[in-house]
């Protein structure tokens, strides 16, 4: 298990980087030798008073000594976070939680997001990249005010929106389809998804069908995020263990594991 | 400086911070930027004879200053928390107090009775008052015949500290607390979550699968503070007081009230390491004033 820290990282930088969202920036040093693709932080929005939970945001990005998040302003703490500037420090506790499977041999990568759910991906975009794969990359939100990652040189990107204005016209899921149907029969392929629960089970779906191993990442309210309250709990196929912790055991799973994506 | 060692005879604390049960797990696996020998002791999660999932999700959600949970209890099960836990924790340099529970008398005996075989158990802490359990019928914490069953049961089992943990879901704690003392309980701990709920109005449903849950945090530390004050006038043996701790100034409150140390809960969740912090602030203030040590302060505001 990687080490974990508690820390007041400075802030960089923390700007819109689209509809109410936005790419914030910390100094965090002790972070880089620790973190592998996957893991998240929890952030003390508010070290004076409410909220009282700490709010988990997956790393979207990491470098020597900065870790980068990327996160949309949807309620109490985000909009705490809004208001972060260069020069404040934010308090965190991480790496937390396990890691995406990234030893995939010849396999092309498949990274999967609806909406905010890019953001974990991006940092395993950047793994696959430095080790000379190219990725491809599927990327749907609502509408093109809600895309923030709209370039990339090392990829294969496919933008998608719900209502045309950039991109493939349709849901994500129907581009994927489409790509899937298109490629040469043998190509073998690893998906990693993130994004609404319902989008995820869609592409469960459509995994199982091809046979396509596929990883999600998870998300659930937390108190703690580090395996004492017990309270972040799904239901997974497992006998033996009917509940798993999200903060813990996750928040990666292989997705034929949870019952949600039956 | 001021002496913060705290008399919880039979126990001696070097100093009155715990975390609470289930705040802390088993006390094994806390991440690096804890020291749990910086505690005054350590109490378990609640442990029952067999392992529990617990309740279905939703089982927490947050409140105004408080959460409510309703986790049932999940826990490994005592004799895997023997095997893999206790050879691990009893090692920490701290008191370790192993929670207990169960949903009949002959569960919470099992459990006693197979942590009495083994070493490095300084004490139990009896949780007679977890509402997020249906099974078996027989509310200990909240029927004082029951309750006194129960703890005579144990008290024949164990010579170790027995320590009562009350639930403030009761009409009368006082009576609790006497029947609990009556029957062989050393040290009193309070409270337990209050039991409260919350709806989703836009699914017009509760939040939590079990409907209701336990209100811990913040928000009720003024009930537990009048608690352990009633508590602290009705019986003579030491008292713990639990709920909604988050700084220097509240473990203070509490040790006026009568309390001789005081268990951390739900504040530990923004951080970990919150009890250790509050000790300088603590001994400082107790210099401050001229106390040269906790027991001076301890009941206070009673005189
Ligand atoms: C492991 C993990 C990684 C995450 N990574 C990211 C990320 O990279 N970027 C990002 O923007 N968000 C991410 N989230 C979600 C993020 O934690 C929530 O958006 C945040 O907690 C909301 O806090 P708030 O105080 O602003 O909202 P609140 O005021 O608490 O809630 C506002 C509304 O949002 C809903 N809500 C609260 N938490 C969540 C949640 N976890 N998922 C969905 N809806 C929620 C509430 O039910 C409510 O309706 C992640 C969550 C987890 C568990
Ligand atoms: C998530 C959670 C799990 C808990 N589990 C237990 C438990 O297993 N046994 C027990 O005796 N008390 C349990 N408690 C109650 C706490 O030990 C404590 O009495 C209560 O939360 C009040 O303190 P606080 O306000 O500081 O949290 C739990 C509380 C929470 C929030
Ligand atoms: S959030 Fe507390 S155990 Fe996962």
Known sequence: MSKIFLTDAPVVSNEEVANRIYRLKLRAPEFASENRPGQFINILTNPDGAPLWRRPFSIARISIDIIEIIYKAIGIGTNQMAGLQSGDAANIIGPLGNSFTVDIGERTPLLIGGGLGFAPLVVLRDYFVSRTKRPVLFIGALNADEHYYTDDPDADLNLSTDDGSLGFHGLVTEQLEQYLDEQEAGTEFMAYSCGPEPMMKAIAHICRDREIPLELSIEREMACGIGLCQGCSIEQHLPQKKFALVCKDGPIFNAMHLTFTD | ???????????????????????????????????????????????????????????????????????????????????????????????????????????????????????????????????????????????????????????????????????????????????????????????????????????????????????????????????????????????????????????????????????????????????????????????EQGFESISEIIGIAHE
């Open chain 2, 1 to 287: 400086m001021a002496d913060l060692t705290t008399n919880l005879a039979p126990l001696t604390l070097k100093n009155p911070i715990m975390p609470a049960s289930g705040t802390f797990g088993y006390g094994d696996d806390l991440p690096d930027f804890v020291d749990i020998s910086e505690f005054g002791g350590m109490v378990t999660k609640s442990l029952t004879g067999t392992p529990r999932e617990g309740n279905a999700p939703p089982r927490i959600v947050e409140t105004s200053s408080g959460m409510l949970n309703s986790i049932g209890l999940a826990n490994i099960g005592v004799e895997k928390f023997i095997e893999e836990k206790l050879p691990v924790v009893r090692n920490k340099g701290t008191i370790l107090i192993v929670n207990i529970a169960g949903s009949k008398m002959s569960e919470y005996c099992r459990v006693m009775e197979l942590l009495e075989a083994e070493s490095g158990v300084d004490g139990y802490e009896i949780n007679v008052s977890c509402p997020n359990v249906k099974e078996g019928g027989m509310e200990f914490g909240v029927s004082e015949k029951h309750m006194k069953m129960l703890i005579r049961e144990l008290r024949d089992i164990t010579d170790k500290p027995i320590i009562t943990k009350l639930s403030p879901n009761v009409t009368s704690i006082q009576a609790m607390a006497e029947a609990a003392v009556e029957a062989g309980t050393d040290i009193l701990s309070l409270i337990n979550t209050l039991v409260g709920a919350r709806i989703d109005i836009e699914k017009q449903r509760p939040v939590l699968s079990t409907i209701f849950g336990g209100l811990s945090g913040p928000a009720i530390k003024p009930v537990a503070v009048a608690q352990v004050f009633k508590v602290y006038e009705a019986v003579d043996v030491p008292i713990i007081g639990i709920g909604g701790i988050a700084n220097a100034g509240d473990v203070l409150e509490y040790l006026m009230a009568g309390a001789s140390a005081v268990e951390i809960g739900t504040m530990n969740y923004r951080d970990p390491g919150l009890g250790p912090k509050l000790l300088p602030e603590i001994a400082s203030w107790l210099d």
